[in-house]
């Protein structure tokens, strides 16, 4: 059975720093991309950050670029969401994906509230 569970998330001021944790299981965790969404009150669900298999590669909304960083530990199995300079209109809750066997895996979700 696949499962994702976040961890990490809380109350932050502006400019301050998280890390996000995702630990999976159910599935051989090192051969599939693994992305972070978010979605705050009233908006639709958006990609945060993937990061692929192969090479470490990995991508950004704009919005986060240069801010956060994801990371996977392939031995130790989680993949990680640093989130640095976070701002107000980072609050949301942020879930862990991936899609095994055609389908779209969801974590519970963390929630990330910047706030002074």
């Known amino acids: 059975q696949v499962q994702l569970v976040e961890s990490g998330g809380g109350l932050v001021q502006p400019g301050g720093s998280l890390r996000l944790s995702c630990a999976a299981s159910g599935f051989t965790f090192s051969s599939y991309t693994m992305s972070w969404y978010r979605q705050a009150p009233g908006k639709e669900r958006e990609v945060v950050a993937r990061i692929l298999t192969r090479g470490g590669i990995t991508n950004y909304a704009d919005s986060v670029k240069g801010r956060f960083t994801i990371s996977r530990d392939h031995a130790k199995n989680p993949v990680y969401l640093q989130m640095n300079s976070l701002k107000p209109e980072d609050t949301a809750v942020y879930y862990c994906?991936?899609?095994?066997?055609?389908?779209?895996?969801w974590g519970q979700g963390t929630l990330v509230t910047v706030s002074s």
């Open positions: 994906n991936t899609v095994f066997l055609g389908l779209a895996r």
